[in-house]
């Protein structure tokens, strides 16, 4: 049966929306498409956009425990995990220390403390 809708965009909360855009659109090579203090956009190479809205007293999810869990996360597909890793790192990111994907995948965090993960691409 076909579907009533469209996946277009996920929307991340965050403290600081231009700071956030900048990072994502470094890492996956996407433009900041729309861009204020309180909202910003990235259109990503493969057409599909991510959305940053700011929250006054923004919190980062406390991941893997904790009293605010991650709540979502995004995956993207990378050639090599400890290029990404640095790559990410430089732009602000941070690595975890707990890491449960060995060696297919690397959760990593956004300077806003949100955790995604980065795996390698299937062939």
Not at 27 to 34: F, L, N, P
Not at 87 to 101: E, I
Request: charge should be negative; glycine fraction near 10%.
């Amino acid at each position: 049966m076909p579907g009533i809708a469209e996946f277009v965009a996920v929307t991340l909360d965050c403290p600081e929306p231009p700071a956030l855009a900048a990072f994502y659109a470094a890492v996956t090579g996407g433009e900041v498409t729309y861009d204020t203090p309180e909202a910003s956009a990235v259109k990503l190479p493969n057409g599909l956009d991510v959305y940053f809205q700011g929250v006054a007293g923004h919190r980062p999810p406390t991941w893997p425990e904790g009293e605010r869990p991650q709540q979502f996360h995004l995956d993207f597909y990378v050639d090599d995990l400890d290029k990404a890793e640095e790559t990410v790192t430089g732009l602000g990111g941070a690595r975890p220390d707990f890491q449960p994907g060995g060696d297919r995948w690397r959760v990593l965090t956004d300077p806003a403390g949100h955790p995604f993960c980065v795996c390698l691409r299937q062939n």
